[in-house]
């Protein structure tokens, strides 16, 4: 079964800061995609950057960027000028591609609390 | 487009009562999920459907859970029997797909808060 671990429960930035926020997973397949979500508190989960598999650019995003290393099953989250308006719950997640089962759903980490200081 | 739309958001409810929540997905779009989330927690995988079909359920999907999506378009989340272990907040996701791919962005709805007193 595929894991993902996000061993940041929570981290903190000062605005205009960078920040990265880790995660690593586990999976022996090689056809998937990668995710970070946010989850600002008592709000609605939304896609911030996605990372597909078979790709060895690293995703970007505006200020989002992300440091995929297949090889090592690590996907890291940099966010670059933080601002206020990051502060949230940030989670890891993987999906499957097609074929066999279990695909199509998203395995997700257990989050990072990410706090912004004006 | 509206986003995905669940209701109640909040629910309060005694043990043993049955509970139902409803979830309306982005229009066209023909999967369906279902996750359980705790305060603090990453959500857990409970169930999916593709149009009608149910794809998958999880084994936190106890006999005390149904899932079904009679349409392919709406779907509802019944718990019988609730117990103060249920207590979560329940989301709903979709997304569009062609055929087995899974690779199209999965949107969340706000969530239905169930407090089981």
């Known amino acids: 079964a595929q894991t993902v671990t996000q061993s940041q429960p929570e981290m ?35 896609l911030v950057i996605r990372q597909e598999a078979y790709k060895q650019q690293n995703a970007t995003e505006n200020r989002f960027s992300v440091n995929f290393q297949k ?15 990051d502060a949230a719950m940030y989670f890891c997640a993987y999906r499957r591609n097609a074929g066999g089962t279990s695909y199509g759903k998203l395995t997700f980490g257990q989050g990072t609390i990410l706090t912004v200081h004006p | 487009d509206t986003g995905v739309s669940q209701n109640p958001r909040h629910k ?20 369906l999920y279902w996750y359980r989330q705790t305060l603090g927690q990453g959500p857990e995988f409970l169930t999916y459907f593709q149009n009608e079909a149910q794809l998958e359920k999880s084994r936190l999907l106890s006999d005390r859970f149904s899932a079904e999506r009679p349409k392919g ?4 989340l019944e718990i019988q029997r609730t117990e103060q272990g249920d207590s979560a907040m329940y989301l709903c996701a979709s997304s569009w797909e062609l055929g087995l ?14 407090t089981v007193v």
């Open chain 2, 73 to 76: 378009s709406f779907s509802t």
């Open chain 1, 12 to 46: 903190s930035v000062q605005e205009a800061e960078t920040v990265t926020l880790s995660c690593t997973y586990d999976t022996s397949e090689s056809d998937y995609y990668l995710f970070w979500y946010k989850q600002p508190p008592s709000r609605q989960m939304i």
């Open chain 1, 71 to 85: 090889a090592a099953k690590s996907f890291s989250l940099k966010i670059s000028d933080s601002q206020l308006g």
């Open chain 2, 12 to 31: 309060i409810t005694k043990r043993g009562q049955n509970v139902t929540f409803r979830c309306d997905p982005i229009s066209e779009h023909n999967r």
């Open chain 2, 101 to 114: 791919n899974s690779g199209n962005t999965i949107y969340f709805g706000e969530g239905s808060w169930l």
